[in-house]
């Protein structure tokens, strides 16, 4: 590649042809893709983070209770998340119908036996 400079007020520019330019930026982006990749696998890796199954988002889209979606999955019954949450078992089971939206409290407890962050049940 030919790098041509010039210099305007003090300062050196170097001039490339355009589409050299338009690859040097395509490669960056490439690059921040593989850097995001790699630190999404590591977290992973460490047990930070984990993948969503298709399954929860199918369940999600279709409109039902993401805390009976996550307790599902996670194979506890009402009973066990209430034991591990401290949020009585009527209380899960209104949420889960629909009839109580539970403070924001009651979810962060939810949240937390469950292991997913609070933006995955609201």
Do not use: C
């Amino acid at each position: 590649m030919h790098i041509e400079t010039i210099t305007r007020k003090g300062k050196e520019f170097a001039v490339i042809p355009v589409s050299e330019l338009r690859k040097l930026m395509g490669d960056a982006e490439m690059l921040a893709d593989v850097r995001a990749f790699d630190s999404a696998k590591a977290h992973i890796a460490r047990g930070e983070d984990e993948i969503i199954p298709f399954e929860i988002t199918a369940r999600r889209v279709n409109g039902e209770s993401p805390v009976k979606i996550w307790r599902e999955y996670r194979g506890l019954t009402q009973e066990k998340l209430a034991k591990q949450s401290r949020v009585s078992r009527a209380m899960i089971a209104a949420i889960e119908t629909g009839h109580k939206q539970g403070s924001i409290a009651t979810i962060k407890k939810l949240a937390a036996a469950l292991g997913v962050g609070l933006d995955n049940l609201v």
